[in-house]
Each structure stands twice: as structure tokens, then as C-alpha cells.
């Protein structure tokens, strides 16, 4: 569940399960909180699973689960995924922390990696209630994290690094994203005990900046070309990004006439279907359909409740905007 359900109650948010995790869908007002956050700044609670390895084998037998390597560095990170028979189990960022690893997993998934981890000599700790995640993200998200953090710094750079320093008496580490929702963006980690308060700061306190919920995470990832786990990837080889599956299924971006349900049909230009949309809503920013499909041949068509209707293949992001995801497929 949320680390600070109360603090989200009293901003009206409304909640959802995600990967068995309870997380804030909305706080109202959609499109109007998608608009502020990618103009100015937004502050939304991740449902991250998180671990702690330790021991003297923890980043060979963490690099042994994921697609990346793993940094030796203090400091730094990595993302990637975590793979069971050969297809996306979850999605990883693991970070170096000195004597021990921290790894942010998709919601509900963090028994992927502690069951992958049991035949080496490391010790792995849910850390999941302990901490809260904070993602700040939007135009000015620099400005932001830059009014609140003492460091004697400036915010971290570049991608996956990240600093140490406090918000007014609380304690935080600050991890610099890969721009997922198209906008600079930082992860800010605290004590759950620090969770209130270091929420408040991000809200009220310098920049303001409003929160959001996982209903605007995913129309701001998806305008930005940026695939998600739960929607867009379990499940899948991570060939889909490359265009190297074996089976010539890519996840592309299309636009359509009408809004087509998660799992309905794609077909071609002869009718055949050829794959199926993942994610797909009306952008606020452009006022269109946009959606991802996993597709082997080039789309012509989707099936919505309100029958089949033409689509187009679009080249990602659907909007262009100040920095471009780091998760982007290659087009």
C-alpha cells in the first residue's frame, strides 16, 4: 500500500491496484494535472517493490538477473529487466550504495529477483515498507528538486546517478531519471517515517509542484514513447524494442479513429491480424487517440467497441517535447 494513504486522502486522490500494490489513480481533474505537470512540475508516489542485496557476491549474482550489467561505482545505476524464460518478468534499476546494491522493481514483482537471487551468497532484504519513492518529473522538475535539496550541489547528473542530501530535516537520496514522461525528472527516496514530510516539501515547499497519480503517469509516458511493464512489456521478449524478436513482433506506436480496449486486434492492409494494442487513450496534449500495439507487419487497422476502424503507424514520441525518454524503441 502507500507509504502516506492518509496524506493522499486528504488531496482527494482516488486509489487502484497495481502489481498487488495500492497506489493513487487520480487526484481529479485529469487532463488539467496532465498539463501542469508537463508544463511546471508534478510529484507522484511510486508502487516500486524494493530490495536490498548485501554480501560479497551481490553484483555478480544481481548482474546474473538483469539485462545490464551492474555499476561498481557509488553513485551510480543501471536499468533493465529481469527475465524469466527468455520474456520480461519485470522492469530493474538497480543502484550502487557502497556496501550493498538497491534494486526498484515493477509493482508486486520484487519475489522475481529474491527467488533468482537464492543459490548465491548474498543476503536480500525487502526494503518495500521501509522507504518511499517520489517521482518529480515536468519542464521545470530541475528547478524543483534544486529549491528544496541541500546538498551544496546542484541536482544529479546524468541518467541513473545519484546524490545524497536532505530536504529541510529529512534525509533523501535523489536519483536522476531517464526522462520517462518526456520532461527532466528525478526520483527522490526517504524513510517512510520522512515520508509525509518529505512529500509536503515537494508539493508546498520552493517550485510549487502538483501531485499525481498513475492514471497521468501513464497518459505523460505514453505521449512520450516510453513502454511500462504492467501495460506494455510483461510477458514479452525484450526484443520488442529492437526489432529483433525472433518472431518479427515490435511494439510500435499508432493513432486510430476511436479508443480500442488493451488486448484488441490489429490487422493489416489484407485484413489479417497481426497483433494487439497494449495501451491506448486520448493524448491531452495533441486531443487524439494514441496507443501502442505489439505488431509483426505494419498496421492499417484496430478493432474498438465501436467496430474496426483505419489506424496509422506514427513515429515515436507522439509528442515532442523537452528531453526524449531514455526508453524509447528503436524506431
Known sequence: MSVIEDVHEDHAATFRELGGRRVVAEYGRAERTHRAVRNVAGVIEMGY??????????????????????????????RGFVLSDETIAAEAAVYNA???????LSPGQGAVLTDSLAQWDVTVSDATDEMAVFGVHGKQAT?????????????????????????GDEGVTVIASDAPTGEEGYEVVCAAEDAERVFDTLVNRGLNATPFGYRTWESLTLEAGTPLFESDLAGYSPAILTGDDPDGRRLVGLTCEQVPESGAAVYDDRGRQIGSITRALESPTLGELIAFAVVTATPTGVETPEGRVDSDRVQLPFVESGTQSGRLPEQ
Open 98 to 104: 557502497g556496501d550493498r546494491l538497491l534494486v526498484y
Open 49 to 78: 517493490d524494493v530490495n536490498v542485496v548485501s554480501g560479497p557476491e551481490r553484483v555478480p549474482a544481481v548482474e546474473a538477473m538483469l539485462t545490464t550489467e551492474v555499476p561498481t561505482t557509488d553513485g551510480k545505476g543501471r
Open 143 to 167: 528547478e524543483k528538486i534544486a529549491s528544496v535539496l541541500s546538498t551544496g550541489g546542484g541536482a544529479p547528473e546524468p541518467a541513473h546517478t545519484f546524490i545524497r542530501g536532505s530536504m
